[in-house]
Antibody, heavy 116, light 108 residues
Framework: QVQLQESGPGLVKPSETLSLTCAVSGYSISSGYYWGWIRQPPGKGLEWIGSIYHSGSTYYNPSLKSRVTISVDTSKNQFSLKLSSVTAADTAVYCC?????????WGQGTLVTVSS | EIVLTQSPGTLSLSPGERATLSCRAS???????LAWYQKKTGQAPRLLIYGASSRATGIPDRFSGSGSGTDFTLTISRLEPEDFAVYYCQQYGSSPWTFGQGTKVEIK
């Protein structure tokens, strides 16, 4: 069974960089598929942020592309998200998921609040 | 980008009733690349349907998806107590992948 678990700070100051990691178990990232990040601001819908292949190839949502970096560490079987210059609008539950174009396995998500 | 509009926003039904959820796209979704998810508070989203009508592994057959082009439907034939949740559609025919705003199915 594929499992994903997000980790990282729950509170980030405005203008700083949000950093999260997604640990994958039950499947080797090196075996294939894209791996993605999705977020859900409080009371709002889901927004795809971007995804990465085990080779490091990425594709991002154009609305966030200028501030997003997704990287992968196959030796640790995990991938990471960095979102720079955050504002209160970036407060959301951030989820990682396996991206087969749709998302078939998800982490439970972690709430990140942007506040001073 | 393709905007997905789900209706109704909230559906109030009783266990045993039929639920019909709509997802309308701002432009045609190529190859019926549409998925449906179930989301409960504090839990990871659960993939229900992909390819507009294919059930994901382990999904009961009371869940069915249909539609093509710009109009898609998720039907729950007989609501079980565990089906009360929020449902989202997602298109993956055109990047960026986008989601609908969700339909909440609540107990009447």
């Amino acid at each position: 069974q594929v499992q994903l678990q997000e980790s990282g700070p729950g509170l980030v100051k405005p203008s700083e960089t949000l950093s999260l990691t997604c640990a994958v178990s039950g499947y080797s990232i090196s075996s294939g598929y894209y791996w993605g990040w999705i977020r859900q601001p409080p009371g709002k819908g889901l927004e795809w942020i971007g995804s990465i292949y085990h080779s490091g190839s990425t594709y991002y949502n154009p609305s966030l592309k200028s501030r997003v970096t997704i990287s992968v560490d196959t030796s640790k079987n995990q991938f990471s998200l960095k979102l720079s210059s955050v504002t209160a609008a970036d407060t959301a539950v951030y989820c990682c998921a396996r991206d087969v174009s749709y998302f078939d396995y998800w982490g439970q998500g972690t709430l990140v609040t942007v506040s001073s | 980008e393709i905007v997905l509009t789900q209706s109704p926003g909230t559906l109030s039904l009783s266990p045993g009733e039929r639920a019909t959820l709509s997802c309308r796209a701002s432009q045609s979704v190529s190859s019926s690349y549409l998925a449906w998810y179930q989301k409960k508070t504090g839990q990871a989203p659960r993939l229900l349907i992909y390819g507009a009508s294919s059930r994901a592994t382990g999904i009961p057959d009371r869940f069915s998806g249909s539609g093509s082009g710009t109009d898609f439907t998720l039907t729950i034939s007989r609501l079980e107590p565990e089906d009360f949740a929020v449902y989202y559609c997602q298109q993956y025919g055109s990047s960026p992948w986008t989601f609908g705003q969700g339909t909440k199915v609540e107990i009447k």
